[in-house]
C-alpha cells in the first residue's frame, strides 16, 4: 500500500508571494492533517480536514489555509509568504474509524522563502 | 496548560548500551500517547500508542511504557541504525486527530 504523499519535495519562494502544497493520504484515510516543523518551534499542527470540512485549527495566522477533495486529497496553501514561513510541512493521514488512529506521515516539503 | 516535555534532549550511546529516552505530560483528558521515530529531512515514523497507565509495548530493541505522568522508550542494545530523533506526542479527548508533539530526543549510537 502506497504511503502518504507530497507534492513538491522542495520548493524555494520570495516574501510577498503564495504558496500551494498537495497532499495525497493513504488509499481508504479520510482524515488529513498539516503540521509546520521549524529547528526553533519543532512540530506544530497547522489543521485537520475530515469530509472535506475542517475539523481542527491550531495556532497560526490566516495566512494559512487548507482543504480538502471529495477523494481525500488534500492542499494547504500560504499566502504573502514571510521568511518565517521557511519550514519543513508535513501532512499525516489517518482511518478516522476508532477512538485513536495512528496517523502516517508524508515525506514533507521544504519551503524555503528567501 | 497542556504539554509535553522530552529529556534529555540529545544522547550519545555506544552500541549495545541501552537506556531510556523521557516523555512527560501535563495533559487533562488523555486519549493517547505517541512515539515516532524521525530521520533527518523525512517525515515522522510510527512507532507505538499507548492508551492507559500501565500499558507497555514492544517492537526489536524498543519498549514503550505509560504511566499517569510519564512515558519511556526503552532501548535495548541499540545499533547504529536506531540513530534518529525520538518524538512523543499527545492526543486529547475531544481533540480531534490534533497531535501535541515534545520537541524530541535526539539519539546517536555510536559503534
Known amino acids: 500500500k502506497a504511503g502518504v504523499t507530497q507534492t513538491p519535495r522542495y520548493l524555494i519562494k520570495t516574501r510577498g508571494q503564495q504558496v500551494t502544497l498537495s497532499c495525497s493520504p493513504i488509499?481508504?484515510?479520510?482524515?488529513v492533517s498539516w503540521y509546520q516543523q521549524t529547528p526553533g518551534q519543532g512540530l506544530q499542527f497547522l489543521f485537520e480536514?475530515?469530509?472535506?470540512?475542517?475539523?481542527n485549527k491550531g495556532n497560526f495566522p490566516g495566512r494559512f489555509s487548507g482543504r480538502q477533495f471529495s477523494n481525500s486529497r488534500s492542499e494547504m496553501n500560504v499566502s504573502t509568504l514571510e521568511l518565517g514561513d521557511s519550514a519543513l510541512y508535513l501532512c499525516a493521514s489517518s482511518l478516522d474509524a476508532g477512538p485513536t488512529d495512528t496517523q502516517y506521515f508524508g515525506p514533507g516539503t521544504r519551503l524555503t522563502v528567501l | 496548560e497542556d504539554q509535553v516535555t522530552q529529556s534529555p534532549e540529545a544522547l550519545r550511546l555506544q552500541e549495545g548500551e541501552s537506556s531510556s529516552l523521557n516523555c512527560s505530560y501535563t495533559v487533562s483528558g488523555l486519549r493517547g500517547l505517541f512515539w515516532y521515530r524521525q530521520d533527518p529531512g523525512k517525515g515522522p515514523e510510527f512507532l507505538f500508542t499507548?492508551?492507559?497507565a500501565g500499558e507497555e509495548k514492544e517492537k526489536e530493541r524498543l519498549k514503550a511504557t505509560l504511566t499517569k505522568k510519564e512515558s519511556f522508550l526503552h532501548i535495548t542494545a541499540p545499533k547504529p541504525e536506531d540513530s534518529a530523533t525520538y518524538l512523543c506526542a499527545f492526543i486529547l479527548t475531544g481533540g480531534g486527530n490534533k497531535l501535541t508533539f515534545g520537541t524530541g530526543t535526539q539519539l546517536k549510537v555510536e559503534l
Open positions: 499507548l492508551y492507559s
Open positions: 480536514y475530515f469530509s472535506e470540512t475542517q475539523r
Open positions: 488509499s481508504g484515510h479520510r482524515s
